[in-house]
Nanobody, 119 residues
Framework: VQLQASGGGLVQAGGCLRVSCAVSGRAITRRIMGWFRQPPGKAREFVASIRWADGTTYYADFVKARFTISRDNVKNTLYLQMNSLKPEDTAVFYC?????????????WGQGTLVTVSS
């Protein structure tokens, strides 16, 4: 599977932004797709995931209903809608996919898209 993230940019605190990830390849419906982020100078962390087949979602605690993960089955695109953005949300955002039938490990990664939130 191939992943191509896009949509990052500069936004003011309190604003919103949607990042996208174009997904192509085999067995998409058997995968879990996730968003991760890596703030400057920090380790990469999990943000949210969605099971492509039925749309079941899971979020990191820090998201606190500000972010929404979704997918478009027709366009084969993964989204992360981010609202009420804070400067500490500044990070490179990566989309990732698990292997088919292997929900515990993300083996495929997109190139990342930078989100910068100004105060």
């Amino acid at each position: 599977v191939q992943l191509q993230a896009s949509g990052g940019g500069l936004v003011q605190a309190g604003g919103c932004l949607r990042v996208s990830c174009a997904v192509s390849g085999r067995a998409i419906t058997r995968r879990i797709m996730g968003w991760f982020r890596q703030p400057p100078g920090k380790a990469r962390e999990f943000v949210a995931s969605i099971r492509w087949a039925d749309g079941t979602t899971y979020y990191a605690d820090f998201v606190k209903a500000r972010f929404t993960i979704s997918r478009d089955n027709v366009k084969n695109t993964l989204y992360l809608q981010m609202n009420s953005l804070k400067p500490e949300d500044t990070a490179v955002f990566y989309c990732a996919a698990t292997a088919p039938g292997e929900p515990s490990k993300y083996d495929y990664w997109g190139q990342g898209t930078l989100v910068t939130v100004s105060s």
